[in-house]
């Protein structure tokens, strides 16, 4: 445990504390391992230009797979100007979506979530306006990051917000995972108030990723954090959502996919892409499969490629907020770059 905890931090029970740090510094590893490779569809690309990837490692210039050659986005205003010194990057061949980022460091989506935990730590409590605040001013302040892509979700939310709607309404339906790890801090945060911890995770999404498909999705997730901060096994809250059949996402026939090699599962019968209805279930399997060992888990999605930072994201807050700082190897835990901020939950 981190040496400035305060005396009232260390009061906490020490296996709720170690899931509350498991959770979050898992939330930041499995994000940080699979960031050189990120979005690497061609995985005899990623095995050339990386090898197996089990240690952090900094992200090369060069992004063989890389889509910024046809992105774009121009802010109608000043308000909406978001992308500062990166935007020359944009509409480029083999630009790295992460090019500035060091070994250990963090994606956009989680530099977010630290700042959502910052908000939640001074306020003791989660409130949309005070996220907000610090999310504008974050991501229009040159300097802030050093991410070269910017995800579209929040491309929509700062054009609609340079057009002059209200920020709690400039998010557009979404269907991406990246917007799903920034549920993470409320739902630890709320860990002994499901109801609270649903009503808020909820409600934060929907700032960024509304609509049905990111409902769903979310209302997997988050019965699955419940359950395991309240200390259900990861295997027996996955088992439970896939008996119980209440969710579309889990009517995959997991128990036999278990048998089949991974890159078989993701990447053939599920996309590796962002869209939630192949990422979640990647995550449903790789978690099934891979309950018993974190870092095996972990660093088989990065193989996989895709949106394996996303997947990861997840993975391992989940791993964590089940198994504990134990989850994760000596090595993951000292090597992040900036690691998450300890706060108290109510």
């Not at 490779?37 to 900094?58: I, K, M, N």
């Not at 096994?233 to 959502?241: C, D, F, M, R």
């Amino acid at each position: 445990m981190r040496a400035d905890l305060t005396k009232m931090q260390l009061q906490e029970e020490p296996q709720h504390a170690s899931k509350v740090q498991g959770a979050l510094y898992g939330l930041f590893i499995g994000d940080a391992l699979a960031m050189p490779v990120h979005w690497y569809y061609d995985r005899q690309a990623l095995f050339r230009d990386y090898g197996r990837v089990s240690d952090f490692t900094a992200p090369k210039a060069e992004h063989p797979d890389s889509i910024l050659w046809r992105s774009n986005y121009t802010a109608p205003n000043a308000k909406g100007e978001i992308l500062h010194d990166q935007a020359q990057y944009w509409g480029r061949p083999n630009i790295h979506y992460h090019q500035f980022l060091k070994a250990g460091e963090n994606t956009l989506n989680i530099k977010l979530a630290r700042l959502l935990m910052d908000s939640i730590k001074f306020l003791e409590a989660y409130r949309v306006e005070d996220y907000l605040q610090r999310y504008i001013q974050y991501m229009t302040t040159p300097g802030t990051h050093r991410d070269t892509y910017i995800e579209e979700s929040h491309r929509k939310f700062f054009e609609n917000y340079a057009r002059g709607r209200p920020p709690e309404k400039c998010g557009r339906e979404e269907k991406h995972i990246g917007g799903l790890v920034g549920m993470v801090p409320i739902l630890v945060h709320y860990r002994g108030r499901p109801n609270r911890a649903r009503e808020a995770a909820r409600e934060h999404l929907a700032l960024t990723h509304p609509g049905d498909r990111m409902r769903i999705a979310a209302d997997l997730l988050i019965d699955l954090f419940v359950q395991v901060l309240d200390g259900r096994s990861l295997k027996q809250a996955v088992l439970s959502a896939i008996d119980s059949q209440q969710n579309p996402l889990v009517g995959h026939p997991f128990r036999k996919w278990a048998k089949l090699p991974d890159d078989v599962v993701v990447g053939r019968l599920l996309s590796t892409a962002c869209y939630v209805e192949h990422a979640v279930p990647a995550v449903i399997y790789l978690a099934l499969k891979y309950h018993t060992d974190p870092e095996e888990m972990l660093i088989v999605n990065t193989m996989l490629g895709g949106d394996n930072a996303g997947r990861g994201a997840l993975l391992g807050a989940l791993a964590g907020a089940a198994g504990g700082m134990a989850s994760f190897p000596p090595r993951w835990i000292r090597g992040l770059a900036e690691p998450p901020p300890y706060f108290l939950s109510r």
